[in-house]
């Protein structure tokens, strides 16, 4: 099969996958509406999502993809079965994900958003012809908006002829000017998510997973949690028993978090032995070993680039796949890498959801709006556009970067990498070491039965007239 057909097949897999995940996150309703074209708008913006996740997708499985390749090529030279996958194929995927990142971030997004937002001009004919040509416009005036910007940019951070005079130059300078200037911004952005990503996994494994008994009773646990829900009950039953005003709001709220309550231990008390004792302290050991691990990688890449020139992020010049292993352990440390960049970009986007600014942008079952969906699409093609280069910059590969992606001006700054490593490094720790201990003083408090203490009162509060 020709690269093309073999990379054709990868992405109408990827789109497949794609259309049905966004499925099941949509608005029904928004699909349904009684008005045809506004369900048409919808059903062509959400086809545009779908590109886009693709795209990102791809982009997750780029650097994967290659470095295993590369593995299996210095493994198996001159398999017959395995021609297929080759030097060329690797540059054309790159390649491709590039533009399609470009081609998406740049014309498919705003395209999607200004046609879901757009009516028609004032007077002209009602239809979805009308709403493309509002499209179109508002699309000019943004590329117009969006040159001007990184001209003045490119002209005060390159203040000479030569680079204002290439900006004219729109394929083969400004796409791939604003393409690192996007890239960049998603580097930064999975600077601050990441280690933040990272010390979320032990709290959301922690409630997904039954944690072991630890000189603990579930028994009394229970017995209580049903005594105070009766409690509860029968007060809302029987609201003329006490002589005190009730609010009734409160104790419905509270009602319901005693059943959470007892429905978690019953899970705890029929949970077996082996999930119990085994599971939890497994799962958490994994993630402090690739937390740590990720964290190691990164120092020993900070003094790499002290000593030697050549671990700074480049790319790569000619076709050197199948030749030599990027690794040091061999086709164990491809895996290692692999394991951590897969790692690391599911912690990124945990730390993305999770963090205030972003928290309302996160995704519901059958309850997303179609400019929710198309903000996360953009949000998570920036963010897995910029994987290839994280990785890379952090030293969790020496992989070079292919295509396009090698180009960017502030790859070979090194107080820019060596500050971005330096970062990393420190927030990551710093995260790790608060969250553990966190988690481990809690697991201690709670297992003793400390958390069940009455607090120290110093004194009583006076009570007012009014009271």
């Avoid at 493994?75 to 079965?81: G, I, M, Q, V």
């Avoid at 028609?120 to 001007?148: C, H, I, P, Q, W």
């Avoid at 004219?168 to 930064?188: A, K």
């Avoid at 993305?352 to 059958?366: C, D, I, T, V």
Wanted: proline residues 4%; hydrophobic residues 50%.
């Amino acid at each position: 099969m020709e690269p093309l057909e073999i990379s054709a097949l990868l992405f109408a897999t990827l789109y497949i996958l794609c259309h049905i995940t966004l499925t099941h996150f949509k608005k029904p309703a928004e699909f349904t509406t009684v008005d045809d074209e506004d369900a048409t708008v919808n059903k062509i913006a959400l086809e545009l999502c779908t590109f886009t996740l693709a795209v990102a997708l791809g982009a997750v499985l780029l650097l994967p993809f290659s470095i295993i390749s590369n593995e299996v090529l210095l493994s198996l030279p001159r398999n017959y079965y395995i021609q297929w996958l080759n030097g060329s194929l690797i540059h054309g995927l790159w390649n491709l994900v590039f533009l399609f990142s470009n081609l998406s971030l740049i014309f498919l997004m705003p395209f999607a958003y200004f046609f879901t937002e757009s009516e028609g001009f004032a007077g002209s004919r009602k239809g979805v012809l009308g709403r493309v040509y509002e499209t179109v416009v508002m699309l000019m005036l943004l590329t117009l908006l969006v040159l001007g910007m990184v001209w003045v940019a490119s002209a005060i951070v390159d203040n000479n002829k030569a680079s204002r005079e290439s900006l004219y130059d729109f394929w083969e300078y400004y796409l791939p000017y604003l393409y690192s200037c996007i890239s960049f911004l998603g580097v930064l952005l999975l600077l601050v998510c990441t280690p933040l990503g990272l010390a979320r996994m032990f709290s959301v494994t922690g409630k997904l997973l039954v944690k072991p008994r630890l000189l603990e009773d579930l028994e009394e646990q229970l017995y209580c949690s049903a005594f105070e829900e009766a409690a509860l009950t029968r007060r809302i039953c029987n609201p003329t028993s006490c002589w005190l005003p009730l609010d009734m709001e409160l104790l419905h709220r509270q009602v319901l978090a005693l059943q959470t309550q007892r429905v978690l231990l019953e899970k705890r008390r029929k949970a077996s032995a082996w999930q119990r004792n085994l599971g939890y302290p497994l799962a958490m050991l994994c993630l402090l070993l690739l937390t740590g691990l990720s964290v190691l990688t990164v120092a020993i890449h900070i003094l790499e680039l002290l000593i030697d020139e050549a671990a700074m992020p480049r790319g790569m010049q000619g076709t050197s796949l199948g030749q030599v292993s990027f690794s040091k352990l061999g086709s164990f440390g491809a895996v290692i890498q692999v394991v951590l960049i897969f790692y690391l970009m599911v912690s990124s986007v945990m730390g993305f959801y999770s963090s205030p600014l972003f928290r309302g942008l996160r995704p519901r079952w059958h309850d997303t709006a179609m400019t929710q969906i198309i903000g996360n699409c953009v949000c998570l093609l920036v963010l897995s556009s910029a994987l290839p280069v994280f990785s890379r910059t952090l030293g969790l590969t020496h992989f070079d970067l292919l295509g396009d992606f090698g180009r960017f001006n502030w790859l070979g700054n090194f107080y820019i990498v060596f500050l971005y490593n330096a970062t990393f490094a420190g927030l990551t720790t710093l995260g790790l070491v608060k969250t553990f201990t966190a988690a481990v003083r809690a697991e201690l408090i709670r297992a003793f039965g400390l958390d069940r203490l009455p607090l120290p009162v110093s004194g009583f509060p006076r009570a007012s007239r009014k009271t």
